[in-house]
């Protein structure tokens, strides 16, 4: 009998989506869902998820135009389809299927997100995460960077002799390291499992921890059952959580320190005061954030 359980808080089905740009149909889990709402899951601040979508082919790739982001990161994971997207620091390529882009906007970047010119020529299944990670105060301003992470560059823990495993992302899994570099303690792996197979995680009980079933379905510390395009929000009571897959799954886990600053957010800026909102706008306008192309 384990006495540090991680204990269910919700089970959350998707919210109603919407659309993002013409390319991006998002259930927005937080910070919409007022039971997570703005610091739920500090340090994530944001999960877009878009679901497996039947996109049309189409000879213009659909996508989100020219906007700018500041004071956080943007992960983007791509399970089905491919993401192209180009930056006015001159950077761009594609985020394949299986790979991750791992963005820090810190002082600010202006950039655009859309479907890979192929894969919208062809159409197909489409289903991405994006996850915005907040900064702390201190790091808000840095210069924006980039992580791009492919498939093969992410540490992999395999389980039951390799037909399951979990995908290191970011931070630690028994005694293993993700690649990806984080201005704040962050855990992101998915966990890849088959049919009936276990696996384990442990994290700090202050960590803001959740999980969302891309695929499949779950069943988490013998009790709660989460089917696919479900989020899980655990509580703070325990430290260690253990899901079984009920079907082949996909599962992406999320786990952070928790960052406690004031949050001020206004559509693409997140930034601890009303006052750092107002002149990320006033540098916007001013071209501060450089140029790009439409
Ligand atoms: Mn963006």
Do not use: C
Not at 189 to 217: C, H, P, Q, T, W
């Amino acid at each position: 009998m384990n006495n540090n359980i991680k204990s269910i808080e919700a089970i959350l089905p998707p919210p109603h989506f919407h659309m993002v740009g013409d390319g991006f149909r998002v259930h927005n889990f937080f910070p919409s869902l007022p039971k997570i709402g703005l610091a739920g899951m500090s340090p994530f601040f944001l999960l877009d998820y878009g679901s497996k979508w039947l996109v049309p082919p189409s000879g213009t790739p659909k996508g989100v135009g020219v906007h700018p982001h500041r004071g956080f990161e943007t992960v983007t994971i791509a399970y089905h389809g491919k993401v192209a997207h180009h930056d006015s620091a001159g950077n761009s390529g594609v985020i394949g299927e299986g790979d991750i882009q791992w963005m820090t906007a810190g002082a600010g970047v202006l950039h655009k997100e859309y479907h890979e010119e192929e894969f919208s020529r062809k159409g197909g299944i489409f289903q991405v995460v994006q996850l915005w990670v907040n900064l702390p105060a201190r790091y808000k301003m840095t210069p924006s960077k980039y992580q791009p992470i492919e498939n093969k560059d992410m540490t992999k823990f395999l389980l039951d002799g390799g037909k399951s495993f979990v995908e290191l992302i970011a931070g630690e899994y028994n005694g293993m390291k993700g690649p990806a570099s984080t201005f704040s303690p962050v855990n992101l792996f998915n966990a890849k499992l088959d049919r009936g197979a276990k696996a384990g995680f442990s994290f700090n009980k202050n960590y803001n921890s959740g999980m969302l079933v891309i695929e499949g379905e779950i069943k988490i510390n013998n009790s709660g059952i989460a089917p696919e395009n479900h989020f899980i929000l655990f509580r703070h009571d325990g430290e260690d959580i253990v899901i079984e897959a009920l079907e082949k799954s996909v599962v992406l886990v999320l786990s952070g320190e928790p960052i406690h600053e004031p949050i001020a957010s206004y559509g693409p800026f997140v930034m601890n005061t009303e006052a750092e909102i107002k002149q990320a706008y006033e540098d916007y306008n001013n071209g501060k954030f450089g140029y790009l192309e439409d």
